[in-house]
């Protein structure tokens, strides 16, 4: 049997046509043997944090439909299936997007997640970033089938040591195969930890706790340390189109986030708001007066039109300055 080397397996890329229907025309490489694919991996109930490969499949509560994503065919409601949910209907599931982490690259498409046990003959294709390859039927890919031409940790650097376009890498399985199931033997859990030590858990940490605990299987907690926010100019959000009228104001002061919201159709302050300390992208916390009075001049410096002087005029006003 040939196996590539991973300079090799590397140039295999977006040039392959990943995100259309000459998918199914290209050359398919040629699969590893099974055993090598699954010596890579781990299991969960002996986690070991500086020796561990999993295939998970993430749960992002902000994409449509927790993630279940029926492209290239017709809409089908049986497969609408929320696995915080109903955990032991993955195996109805005709198409998965996992991905591979490991102690090497923990970066995958949300931070709450299962471990799965994958069959070798439910694993339909591969790709070293994540290319929406869950464009066709499960037929199409049936016909054109593409084994691991990687192992596990093979894909893992042919993800983290080149310019990919995402953060992690892509396989898409179906939940059965004939008798071959797709199980669910572990969950796992991604926190922000900002720099004063304070942790923020993911939506759906509660949910897979639970599952966790009924099933009795093993959940794993990773901790993702956030550096501090950079101080920097003042952004203007300004119409686009002919107006100047100011949607927001962001600006980054110790070590928060904050954020004066305007609106699109007139020049109109709505509210302030700041974030929770070290995250941007969360909180909404209000802003007191001295809070403003400490970035108002950083504000006032990033001035450039004069929607923007009536803008902040608004918010002096909101605040009692002068």
């Not at 049997?1 to 040629?30: C, H, N, W």
């Not at 915080?84 to 490991?102: C, D, E, G, N, Y």
């Amino acid at each position: 049997m040939v196996t590539l080397k991973l300079d090799e397996l590397l140039k295999y890329g977006p040039e392959a046509g990943f995100k259309d229907k000459s998918r199914s025309k290209r050359i398919l490489q040629t699969p590893i043997a099974p055993e090598r694919f699954y010596s890579d991996l781990t299991d969960p109930r002996s986690h070991d944090p500086g020796n561990f490969c999993y295939i998970v499949h993430a749960v992002n509560p902000y994409s449509a439909q927790l993630g279940n994503y029926m492209g290239g065919e017709e809409f089908d409601p049986m497969q609408d299936i929320d696995l915080l949910r109903t955990p032991h209907f993955i195996s109805r599931k005709k198409k998965i997007s996992v991905s591979i982490v490991s102690d090497e690259h923990m970066k995958t498409f949300g931070n709450v997640f299962f471990i799965l046990d994958v069959p070798w003959s439910n694993i339909l294709d591969m790709a070293p970033e994540d290319e929406q390859i869950a464009t066709r039927t499960l037929e199409e890919y049936l016909a054109s089938q593409q084994l691991p031409y990687m192992s596990p940790r093979e894909l893992v650097r042919a993800t983290r040591d080149r310019a990919t376009k995402s953060a992690w890498n892509e396989i898409l399985i179906t939940g059965k195969m004939g008798e071959n199931v797709v199980r669910n033997i572990g969950g796992g859990i991604i926190y922000d930890r900002v720099a004063d030590r304070t942790v923020y858990a993911p939506v759906g940490t509660d949910e897979i706790k639970q599952i966790c605990f009924l099933l009795g299987l093993p959940l794993i907690e990773f901790y993702k340390d956030l550096p501090p926010l950079k101080e920097g100019p003042v952004e203007f959000l300004r119409n686009v189109g002919g107006k100047d009228e100011v949607a927001g104001i962001w600006v980054n002061h110790g070590n928060r986030r904050y954020s004066f919201h305007g609106s699109w159709d007139t020049i109109k302050f709505g509210e302030a708001l700041k974030s929770d300390f070290g995250i941007a992208s969360r909180g909404h916390n209000p802003v007191s007066r001295d809070e403003y009075l400490q970035v108002r001049s950083k504000i006032v410096n990033g001035i450039k039109t004069e929607a923007d002087r009536e803008f902040v005029a608004q918010i002096d006003s909101h605040y009692g300055v002068s």
